[in-house]
């Protein structure tokens, strides 16, 4: 199941180093020290937190890849529940908001040939405010052997609090960074269960976001 979650995100996203894209206008350019200093702050971001810990790490975006997504850092893992031993594919990307937003991966998985089941909402809800990821339910893409049902949830943010918000490049236009995360669930019996380890997994994985962004 490892091998399949990370080939499943990381071809999907290699389908756009083939896209011709323009420069976005409606971006201001970001100074290289904040980009630089989210950057590594992402590579303190914990192999271990709550239930989870990590099992492997994802392999490489293609250098292809990260130019056309504009990209300064990113995390790609797989993380374990210790106590269910359910597993979850998890990539965080962090770059300038313009090329991010112009890939959600119901355009890549479907450039992939992979069909959506259905689509829906994960909100997290704490004391402080609530977080919204979109999910996606997929049967696998078949030049992937597999033709398995999977789950994808992702969201954005450029503060703590994640969202999906209509129109992303209004949304995230004055920003001067902005991080996508994406996380992957092909285990389980169902996609009622797959949503259900991707909340559980969204729950803990949002809190160990907002202990790093709050770190000095």
């Given at each position: 199941?490892?091998?399949?979650?990370i080939?499943?995100?990381?071809?999907?996203?290699v389908?756009?180093?083939?896209?011709?894209?323009?420069?976005?206008?409606?971006?201001?350019q970001?100074?290289?020290?904040?980009l630089?200093?989210e950057?590594?702050?992402l590579?303190?971001?914990?192999?271990?937190?709550g239930?989870?810990?990590?099992?492997?790490?994802?392999d490489?975006l293609?250098?292809?890849?990260?130019?056309?997504?504009?990209l300064?850092n990113?995390?790609?893992?797989?993380?374990?529940?210790?106590?269910?031993?359910?597993?979850?594919?998890?990539?965080?990307?962090?770059?300038?908001?313009?090329?991010?937003?112009?890939?959600?991966?119901?355009?890549?998985?479907?450039?992939r040939?992979?069909?959506?089941f259905?689509?829906?909402?994960?909100l997290?809800?704490?004391?402080?405010a609530?977080?919204n990821?979109?999910?996606?339910?997929?049967?696998g893409?078949?030049s992937?052997?597999?033709?398995?049902?999977?789950?994808?949830?992702?969201?954005?943010t450029?503060?703590?609090?994640?969202?999906?918000?209509?129109?992303?490049?209004?949304?995230?236009g004055?920003?001067?960074f902005?991080y996508?995360?994406q996380?992957?669930?092909?285990?389980?019996?169902?996609?009622?269960?797959?949503?259900?380890t991707?909340e559980?997994?969204?729950?803990?994985?949002?809190?160990?976001?907002?202990?790093?962004?709050?770190?000095?």
């Amino acid at each position: 199941m490892i091998k399949t979650a990370i080939a499943l995100t990381i071809a999907a996203l290699v389908t756009v180093a083939s896209a011709q894209l323009q420069p976005g206008h409606l971006y201001q350019q970001a100074p290289a020290e904040i980009l630089e200093k989210e950057a590594q702050r992402l590579e303190n971001f914990p192999v271990a937190f709550g239930n989870w810990e990590a099992q492997a790490e994802g392999d490489p975006l293609p250098e292809g890849v990260q130019t056309e997504l504009g990209l300064e850092n990113y995390l790609s893992r797989v993380y374990r529940n210790r106590e269910t031993n359910q597993q979850v594919a998890l990539l965080i990307m962090v770059g300038s908001p313009g090329r991010l937003v112009r890939h959600p991966p119901d355009i890549c998985y479907s450039n992939r040939g992979s069909r959506t089941f259905s689509t829906g909402e994960i909100l997290i809800e704490d004391a402080d405010a609530t977080d919204n990821f979109r999910s996606l339910a997929y049967v696998g893409d078949d030049s992937l052997e597999t033709s398995d049902e999977f789950v994808v949830a992702y969201g954005h943010t450029a503060d703590t609090q994640w969202d999906v918000p209509r129109f992303p490049r209004f949304t995230y236009g004055s920003e001067s960074f902005l991080y996508k995360m994406q996380v992957l669930v092909a285990g389980g019996d169902n996609n009622e269960e797959r949503i259900q380890t991707a909340e559980m997994f969204l729950t803990d994985c949002v809190q160990a976001f907002q202990t790093l962004r709050s770190a000095k």
